[in-house]
T-cell receptor, first 116, second 111 residues
Framework: NAGVMQNPRHLVRRRGQEARLRCSPM?????VYWYRQLPEEGLKFMVY????????ESGMPKERFSAEFPKEGPSILRIQQVVRGDSAAYFC??????????????FGQGTRLTVV | GEDVEQSLFLSVREGDSSVINCTYT??????LYWYKQEPGAGLQLLTY?????DMKQDQRLTVLLNKKDKHLSLRIADTQTGDSAIYFC???????????FGRGTSLIVHP
């Protein structure tokens, strides 16, 4: 059983381009969480999704950022028109239920986005 | 909003005990966690404690919770070089399903 898989591991984009980050949860997990880790900072919650539904997006910037978790396929975090301030490590976590930690959530290895 | 504070760095000698401290502000916190992040890797859940507990021990790890002072600590006995990593404290309040993380403490273990 593979863990949470994120790809790509590293992504370089020029300012103004789009970044698409993918997260495949662990088998049997239907809850996905995205976090952002800025340099020298902790993890900031972005969005919580279940299959085909966004449950909580209170941590998502209002513009340029979107997330989806379709019925089939990975969860996608999409950043349009990237700016240098978007450079960060983006982590995905998955769990079986809605109490993230109580159901032993697992984190992926992250995607490190660099905007040049 | 809720806040979780940790010191940024801790340096210890191999074989000594390490104590990483964390304070939080949400008095309704139900679960408190310690995660470990090795360089270039994701987060690994080390241990967690319920708010109705004072202490939890798991091999070399001891978690102490002072709910009155909203203070959480992680003690690593016989610290090894392989313990060098960033340790994140996180809390989740009653009724919430989204944990709040601290900035992480970089533990450096030297010979």
């Amino acid at each position: 059983n593979a863990g949470v898989m994120q790809n790509p591991r590293h992504l370089v984009r020029r300012r103004g381009q789009e970044a698409r980050l993918r997260c495949s949860p662990m088998k049997g997990h239907s809850h996905v969480y995205w976090y952002r880790q800025l340099p020298e900072e902790g993890l900031k919650f972005m969005v919580y999704l279940q299959k085909e539904n966004i449950i909580d997006e209170s941590g998502m910037p209002k513009e340029r950022f979107s997330a989806e978790f379709p019925k089939e396929g990975p969860s996608i975090l999409r950043i349009q028109q990237v700016v240098r301030g978007d450079s960060a490590a983006y982590f995905c976590a998955s769990s079986t239920g809605d109490r993230l930690m109580n159901t032993e959530a697992f984190f992926g290895q992250g995607t490190r986005l660099t905007v040049v | 909003g809720e806040d979780v504070e940790q010191s940024l760095f801790l340096s210890v000698r191999e074989g000594d005990s390490s104590v990483i401290n964390c304070t939080y502000t949400d008095s309704s916190s139900t679960y408190l966690y310690w995660y470990k992040q090795e360089p270039g890797a994701g987060l690994q859940l080390l241990t967690y404690i319920f708010s109705n507990m004072d202490m939890k021990q798991d091999q070399r790890l001891t978690v102490l919770l002072n709910k009155k002072d909203k203070h959480l600590s992680l003690r690593i006995a016989d610290t090894q070089t392989g313990d060098s990593a960033i340790y994140f404290c996180a809390e989740m309040g009653g009724g919430s399903y989204i944990p709040t993380f601290g900035r992480g403490t970089s533990l450096i273990v030297h010979p």
